[in-house]
Every structure is written in structure tokens, then in C-alpha cells.
């Protein structure tokens, strides 16, 4: 992840969580909200429900290398979580990305789409 660092603090996943705009499928829910910087800002989560920490810890490596292998496609300046669903912990590796990608598709989080993220904003098609 080149141009990316790992949301970490509790205070970042909130504020994405509270002004940020939500897109879900069966597997995964991705909240995105702009942020000033010039980088995107990548954060997972996982619940215990959705499996044990072996189960866990493999969504989110899946979700990294999916988003590794297409950052270069994604509008930069953004924080992004992803939330997995219970039913992720039976999703491939296929799976995850066809929902990451779907929902980016779907949020206008690629390139050439002209959405931009304003705050408190609600995007629908």
C-alpha cells in the first residue's frame, strides 16, 4: 500500500462511522469519508461474531491485499473502513473482492467517477 496508512485510532473509525457514507452487501459494509490529507486511510473491522481470531485476522488480510492489488484505481484523500458481515468468515478470497469492488463501484470510490465526499452527504442511485 503505497500512497495508504492503517486507520488506527478509535476517534478515526467514529468520525468515519458518524459523517462518513455507508454501502453494504452480504459480505462486507465500506463506510468512506474524506479526509484532508492527500492519502487514503484504510481501516478494518471485525467482530468476535463473525468468527474466531484465525477467522478474523484472514478477512483482513484478504481485504489488504485486495485493496493493495487495486489502490492505484481509488480517489485518494478518503478514510475507508471496512466492515465485515458474519457471512465473510465463509467468503474466498474472490468473494471479498468482488463485494470491495462492487461497493467501490458502487460509492464512486474509483477515479473516473465524479462524486465527491462532503460531510453528512447521502449518496443514492
Known amino acids: 500500500m503505497n500512497h495508504t496508512e492503517s486507520l488506527k ?4 473509525f467514529h468520525k468515519v ?8 452487501d452480504k459480505n ?11 492519502i487514503n486511510r484504510l481501516g478494518i473491522s471485525v467482530s468476535k461474531k463473525v468468527g474466531n481470531s484465525i477467522v478474523r485476522h484472514r478477512f483482513a488480510r484478504l481485504v489488504r491485499e485486495v485493496y493493495r492489488l487495486h489502490e ?10 471496512v466492515v465485515a458481515r458474519s457471512c465473510a468468515k465463509d467468503a474466498g ?3 471479498i473482492e468482488k463485494s470491495f469492488l462492487y461497493l467501490a463501484g458502487k460509492s464512486h470510490l474509483r477515479k ?3 462524486v465527491t465526499y462532503e460531510e453528512n452527504t447521502d ?3
Not at 485510532?9 to 478515526?12: G, S, V
Not at 492505484?72 to 473502513?81: A, H, K, M, Q, Y
Open 112 to 114: 473516473n467517477d465524479e
Open 9 to 12: 485510532k478509535t476517534t478515526d
Open 72 to 81: 492505484n484505481i481509488f480517489n485518494s484523500g478518503l478514510d475507508i473502513v
Open 93 to 95: 478470497y474472490f468473494d
Open 28 to 38: 462486507i459494509v465500506l463506510y468512506i469519508r474524506k479526509n484532508d490529507l492527500t
Open 17 to 24: 462511522y458518524k459523517t462518513g457514507t455507508s454501502f453494504a
Open 123 to 125: 449518496i443514492s442511485d
